[in-house]
């Protein structure tokens, strides 16, 4: 009789035993899989990260030097430069001028008189100052050579405003993308692509010994912005 207890407790024993382990054992993997899960949730914090440049409630100013890049006829240069604010993330309003000093003519423009006794239809632009919606909808980062990480904008711009050339005044609208490649958080590199549209009053003479004639056209002034973003506060 004792032997058969004592041998009916170190059966029970032994299973007590593997079964303390194998509760011991689910509690380790349980732990394991929880420590997992924390780690998956931080990594996809790092991932989808918020953005690093802020720009609500901020007031840019534009400091800019424009160029056109679509006249056959002649080539301006501009001292350009707006000032915007921004009511949101994405969005802002900016006022945006140019002044042009001169006009420099290609030699399409001297040789057309000459071979063809045409006169090409100029337009002298002076100055221009327009008010525009700027929308942001894509931005984000990128390694430069491995030296430093990169902040960028993609945006659209769009609005209306005024225009003075040597023949007239006039009501313009115009279109635009640009980048802004920030430097730090008050400071970027900005350019721009933007097409002044208005009708212009021509006078020209298309034939010799033929009286003045005026024509009223669309023109398209096709500038490239390039400069820098001061942001404050």
Do not use: C
Not at 40 to 55: E, S
Not at 58 to 79: C, H, R, W, Y
Not at 181 to 210: G, M, Q
Request: glycine residues 6%.
């Amino acid at each position: 009789m004792k032997i058969y207890l004592l041998t009916l407790f170190l059966i029970t024993t032994i299973l007590l035993g593997k079964s303390n382990k194998n509760e011991d054992l689910k509690k380790d993997v349980k732990i394991q899989s929880q420590k997992m899960e924390k780690e998956k949730d931080i990594n996809a914090i790092n991932v989808i990260q918020k953005k690093i440049i802020q720009n609500k409630n901020k007031v840019e100013l534009f400091p800019a030097f424009g160029m056109s890049i679509n006249d056959q006829f002649m080539q301006t240069f501009s001292f350009s430069g707006g000032l915007g604010f921004h009511f949101e993330e994405t969005f802002s309003l900016e006022i945006f001028g140019g002044y042009v000093p001169k006009t420099y003519y290609k030699d399409a423009a001297r040789d057309l008189p000459r071979d063809a006794n045409l006169m090409p239809e100029l337009s002298d632009i002076k100055y221009f100052v327009d008010l525009n919606f700027l929308w942001s909808p894509i931005s984000g980062k990128f390694s430069f050579l491995d030296w430093t990480i990169l902040y960028f904008e993609f945006y659209l711009t769009s609005g209306a405003g005024y225009i003075v050339t040597n023949n007239s005044e006039t009501m313009s609208f115009n279109v635009g993308i640009g980048q802004k490649y920030y430097l730090s958080s008050w400071l970027a590199f900005r350019f721009e692509i933007k097409d002044h549209i208005y009708t212009e009053n021509y006078d020209h003479i298309l034939v010799p010994d033929k009286k003045d004639e005026t024509s009223k056209n669309v023109t398209h002034f096709l500038n490239f912005y390039v400069g820098i973003s001061l942001f404050f506060p």
